[in-house]
């Protein structure tokens, strides 16, 4: 097992790296191809010879070596990467794509990080903490992305548990004041947005997440009080959230991108030529469970389900759900998020009838979770529909997918709607009380109260009260999105 040392220094000059291997290995190399300009004085610890890079790599003697060390100038590598534009210099993020340069990691094995901080210096990685060991990280498989967050210095660190998961948030600090109160109430809020995803299925996906919430106050894109969000799945799941820190709390209640993110966790990720399932089934559990937090009505979340149901079918109804993903297409992302909406909603009803309301989608994604989350690798749709198939008796998605994936046009849910007990007027959207599917509407969107994510599980496994075994009382407090979703 490798052993990396990463030591910080206290004013956040540089990284001094050194890493020792039980067999010598022959490749080391970075994720990003910018890492060359940071990184000086690399050399084998045994012999002390200098190593060259080119590139992304390192250029190793033929026979390989046991243990490096080299420098990375962490000032520099903080002022190539736009997210620190907004941050006080006491807070840096730097991506490990960039100071991280290790051997690959095969499936099940791991590289051990110890950091060594100066002072009040803090770390945030998206690498599993070692238990009882302070500031050690396992570094896993996962999928790859240059994004990858990692944080040093001065900022506000809060765990917080909510069912299932232990939440490790980094509160950055933006250039001008921000005082506590309003940082222990932007941590509630992560932890309460969190908390939505435990109305699908009790439990939320990934116990250990990484959250950074970054403030960015008064810069030109912030209209919003949540502008930008977004998850990142390298060396593990991420969860960054761009905030306009001058904002009232309130407003972040009112803002769905947090709820967004955190939804995305409930599937492993899914190559970007099939990411209208990710940001489809995103978009209607962001709906679905905003409603059963009671932050929408009923009625507004199948208004805003409708409406999103309405821009999807406008657009680019020339392209199938793939070609729509594909890089390079122009104008479809309403098409990409709400094809895959409108599938999940189509399969969420069609569990919850032909089961009489005993199954449902969130059922089938707590076994997806069960057996597969958080997962190390990347997927496509075809992978992920035939998998929820052999979770469930009578195979459902991949019967969607071929129905789906590759034609163009819109689903049709016109005879769904109706059934739903969905009556349309000038596209206002009215609930009938006595239609067909009307109990299976409710079933999805109905409030649901705090104690019933405690009891949840006791419901699933007949246990008796009292003896939840995955929850804990919550003790405080590349997937992008940010358009008009
Ligand atoms: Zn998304």
């Known amino acids: 097992m490798p052993e990396y040392s990463v030591r910080v220094d206290s004013a956040l000059h540089e990284l001094r790296v050194e890493a020792h291997f039980t067999v010598p290995v022959r490749t080391i190399a970075a994720r990003s191809r910018d890492a060359h300009r940071h990184i000086s004085n690399v050399r084998d610890c045994a012999t002390g010879k200098r190593i060259r890079t080119r590139g992304r790599r390192m250029l190793l003697p033929q026979n390989g070596l046991r243990c490096i060390t080299y420098r990375v100038d962490l000032r520099q590598a903080a002022a190539a990467d736009r997210r ?22 095969g499936q099940g094995s791991h590289i051990h ?7 009040e210096t803090l770390v945030s990685v998206p690498w599993q903490p070692v238990p009882g060991v ?22 506000t660190y809060v765990e917080s548990d909510i069912p299932g998961a232990r939440l490790r948030i980094a509160l950055l600090q933006p250039r001008s004041e921000i005082d506590d109160a309003a940082i222990a109430a932007i941590a509630s809020w992560v932890s309460d947005a969190a908390s939505n995803v435990t109305l699908a299925y009790g439990r939320f996906p990934n116990p250990s997440l990484q959250v950074v919430v970054l403030p960015v106050g008064g810069h030109s894109w912030s209209d919003s009080p949540v502008p930008f969000g977004r998850v990142i799945r390298d060396g593990g799941e ?41 940001e489809g089934f995103a978009q209607y559990y962001q709906n679905v469970l905003l409603a059963r937090s009671g932050a929408y009505s009923e009625l507004q979340a199948w208004q805003k389900l409708y409406e999103g149901f309405e821009r999807g079918r406008k657009s ?6 793939n070609r729509a993903a594909a890089r390079g297409t122009r104008d479809a992302t309403m098409k990409v998020y709400w094809t895959g909406a409108a599938i999940a909603l189509i ?13 449902s989608l969130d059922d089938v994604l707590s076994r997806l979770q069960e057996c597969c989350l958080p997962s190390a690798r990347t997927w496509s749709g075809q992978e992920l529909f035939a998998k929820l198939d052999t979770l469930i008796e009578v195979p459902l998605f991949m019967p969607l997918y071929r129905r789906h994936a590759n034609k163009t046009g819109f689903p049709d849910l016109r005879g769904l709607i109706g059934r739903l007990g969905l009556a349309v007027d000038d596209d206002i959207v009215a609930l009938q009380r006595n239609a067909e599917l009307a109990r299976i509407r409710h079933a999805i969107t109905g409030q649901k109260p705090n104690s ?17 075994r995955h929850n804990h009382v919550p003790t405080q407090s590349r997937d992008r999105c940010s358009t008009d979703q």
């Not at 620190?84 to 990691?105: E, G, H």
């Not at 990080?113 to 002072?119: D, K, N, R, S, T």
């Not at 001058?246 to 970007?272: G, N, Q």
């Open 84 to 105: 620190n534009n907004t941050l006080s210099p006491a807070n840096v993020v730097v991506s490990p794509s960039v100071w991280m340069w290790r051997p690959a990691i």
């Open 238 to 278: 991420s969860v960054e959230l761009f905030v306009d820190e001058r904002r009232a709390i309130d407003e972040y209640y009112d803002d769905w991108t947090a709820t967004h993110e955190f939804s995305h966790l409930m599937l492993p990720y899914i190559r970007s030529s099939n990411r209208w399932i990710s």
């Open 134 to 155: 302070d500031n050690a990280y396992r570094l896993t498989a996962s999928p790859e992305n240059a994004q990858g967050v990692a944080v040093f210095g001065r900022f």
């Open 316 to 321: 680019r109804p020339d392209l199938s759900p």
């Open 113 to 119: 990080v110890q950091f060594i901080l100066e002072g």
């Open 347 to 359: 399969a969420d009803v069609e569990l919850r009838r032909r089961s009489n309301g005993n199954e």
């Open 452 to 468: 019933w994510v405690l009891l949840k599980p006791l419901l699933d496994t007949g246990q008796p009260r009292g003896q939840a």
